[in-house]
């Protein structure tokens, strides 16, 4: 069974600043999604930004950038020029590659991110 | 397009009781997902319903149950309500649920208080 692991529960970063987030994952496919949700306090959750296992290019969307590291089972993501608006509960997440019956995401259980001014 | 909807936003129950939480998926979009919220678990997978079937299920007692209808509606249902119930259940739509429209969009949530 496939397990997604974030080391740090919270983090802090000073407005401006640039700021990593880790995750780790298990799994024995070869195709897989990796995701990067985030859930303001409003609690509706939305996608940051995704990463497919077959493209060895990081995924880029504005200010978030990942770095995917295939072979060490590893996804970061980094917010570059953080924003007060950036403060939330980050969520790290994997999907199988083949959907269906295993197209539920799989998620580590957060980073809560704060942005001070 | 209007979002993910989800209904009610907030519930309080007590015990032994049953509940009906219901989502409406974004307008096109086929596939609709279920996942539970609690500080202690994280998110978890409860299921999903893909054209009015069940396709993928986690790992839940039987007391967690639901249908999708025809117009891609769903509704989950809680028999027999207990204190560990309590959390905020998520609804997620997507299109297809395969490699087609992969992204899921999410809902509010209900938060259920379970007394």
């Known amino acids: 069974a496939q397990t997604v692991t974030q080391s740090q529960p919270e983090m802090s970063v000073q407005e401006a600043e640039t700021v990593t987030l880790s995750c780790t994952y298990d799994?024995?496919?070869?195709?897989?999604?990796l995701f990067w949700y985030k859930q303001p306090p409003s609690r509706q959750m939305i996608l940051v930004i995704r990463?497919?296992?077959?493209?060895?290019q990081n995924a880029t969307e504005n200010r978030f950038s990942v770095n995917f590291q295939k072979a060490a089972k590893s996804f970061s993501l980094k917010i570059s020029d953080s924003q007060l608006g950036d403060a939330a509960m980050y969520f790290c997440?994997?999907?199988?590659?083949?959907?269906?019956?295993?197209?539920?995401?799989?998620f580590g259980k957060g980073t809560k991110l704060s942005v001070k001014p | 397009k209007a979002g993910v909807t989800q209904t009610p936003r907030y519930l309080i129950k007590t015990r032994g009781q049953q509940v009906t939480l219901s989502c409406s998926p974004i307008?096109?979009?086929?596939?609709v997902s279920w996942y539970q919220q609690t500080p202690g678990q994280g998110l978890q997978f409860l299921f999903e319903?893909?054209?009015?079937?069940?396709?993928n299920k986690g790992n839940f007692p039987g007391r967690f149950s639901g249908r999708q209808f025809s117009n891609s509606r769903s509704e989950m249902n809680v028999s027999t309500l207990e204190l560990g119930d309590s959390a905020l259940y998520l609804c997620?739509?997507?299109?297809?649920?395969?490699?087609?429209?992969?992204?899921?969009?999410f809902g509010p949530g209900t938060r259920l208080t379970v007394l």
């Open positions: 997620a739509s997507s299109l297809a649920g395969t490699n087609q429209g992969l992204e899921q969009f």
């Open positions: 799994t024995s496919e070869s195709d897989y999604y």
């Open positions: 990463q497919e296992a077959y493209k060895q």
């Open positions: 997440a994997y999907r199988s590659y083949y959907g269906g019956s295993q197209g539920n995401l799989i």
């Open positions: 307008s096109g979009h086929r596939s």
């Open positions: 319903y893909f054209s009015e079937t069940q396709r």
